[in-house]
């Protein structure tokens, strides 16, 4: 690795503009910064995946947080030099080769950057870069360099995701840290709306624009990624407003199961109060079995002990018309007697 011309490329990038407080305010780019940029960009597409020597010396200069982050905080006007800025930095985020040397030292640049990334402004930054391709989208004049900066940005969010591993020195000491900063990445992506972009992305992979079917897998572990760790669950009773876990939700259904009993109670209750309406009615009545006979009964049609005054007849075989019982506008049987 050429480490003095890797040095003059990222020292010629530009500087930090600070306050007296040490407090960044602004950004100086460099005379040649968008060529140093590409050039820096050139280095690590030629890095060795199994030493990424150029990815831990420019992790080792803190150039994500020294120049990266600023120019895309602070150059919005230059489109292509944040552009360019945002390539460097899918590259410095790629996963690392299941090969490589030195991964738990490489695991612990990462999660520095994830750190910068979650701390700065720069998501809505990027977010803002989707916002022609996704208008363009929406009026069906979608092209392909629209979706290459689709492609680009959800590469980012991907390899940000990715950085799950916790490094082995680290296990029994700052766990919580790592655990605490991968949720707040997904909470800051939930609040830039990242989460949306995705979902409707995902929408188009089988529209009528074909470039989306290429980004499957990306879309596919991009969503691993996000419920990666988290608890089933967790993950169902979480209310989307605030991120909380709805703690009111137990509550709500044992409320919910109450109301639905009450009101069981009260059409039972109706039911029975419209039985028992009737009930202070007898009499004699008629009714008329299913098999064309006539029985008389004596006191309440509704109650279960009814004295039978005429046994039914057998009706005579042929075509005989039977006389249907006299009811009443309610389809109730008439009575035929006086009450009592």
């Known amino acids: 690795m050429d480490t003095e011309g890797l040095s003059v490329i990222c020292a010629g990038i530009g500087i930090a503009e600070e306050d007296d407080n040490g407090n960044r305010i602004g950004y100086a780019k460099g005379q040649y910064c968008l060529d140093n940029l590409k050039d820096l ?8 995946p199994q030493t990424r020597d150029v990815f831990k010396q420019v992790c080792k200069w803190n150039i994500v947080s020294k120049d990266l982050i600023p120019i895309i905080e602070h150059c919005q006007d230059d489109r292509n030099l944040v552009l360019n800025a945002v390539k460097v930095l899918v590259f410095l985020t790629m ?18 950057l994830k750190s910068s990334v979650t701390c700065s402004d720069i998501v809505a930054v990027i977010v803002s870069l989707l916002e022609s391709p996704l208008e363009n989208l929406e009026s069906e004049a979608f092209t392909e360099d629209d979706w290459k900066l689709v492609q680009l940005v959800f590469t980012l969010f991907r390899n940000v995701l990715a950085i799950q591993e916790i490094p082995l020195q680290q296990k029994a000491g700052s766990a919580s840290q790592f655990l605490s900063l991968r ?45 990666m760790g988290q608890e089933p669950e967790s993950t169902a009773k979480t209310h989307l407003k605030g991120f909380k876990v709805d703690e009111d939700t137990e509550d709500s259904l044992s409320s919910l199961k109450s109301i ?11 039911r029975l109060h419209n039985m028992s309406r009737h009930s202070q009615f007898i009499g004699t009545f008629t009714r008329l079995t299913m098999d064309g ?17 005429l046994k039914p007849h057998k009706i005579p075989r042929g075509r005989i018309a039977v006389e249907e019982p006299p009811t009443d506008c309610m389809g109730h049987w008439k009575i035929t007697s006086n009450q009592g």
């Not at 960009?41 to 060795?48: G, H, I």
């Not at 690392?96 to 520095?112: A, N």
């Not at 009993?261 to 109706?270: F, Q």
């Open 95 to 112: 996963p690392i080769e299941p090969t490589s040397k030195d991964i738990s030292q490489q695991l612990e640049y990462l999660w520095g």
């Open 41 to 48: 960009l050139r280095f690590l597409r030629r890095d060795d």
């Open 183 to 227: 949720d707040r990445y997904l909470e800051l992506l939930f609040h830039e709306n990242v989460m949306d972009l995705i979902i409707v992305i995902t929408q188009h992979v089988g529209g009528s624009y074909g470039y989306f079917r290429q980004d499957n897998l990306l879309l596919l572990e991009i969503f691993h990624y996000i419920f």
């Open 293 to 309: 006979s006539k029985t008389v009964l004596k006191g309440n049609p509704n109650s279960a002990s009814q004295d039978t005054l």
């Open 260 to 270: 639905m009993e009450e009101e069981e109670e009260k059409r039972r209750l109706s």
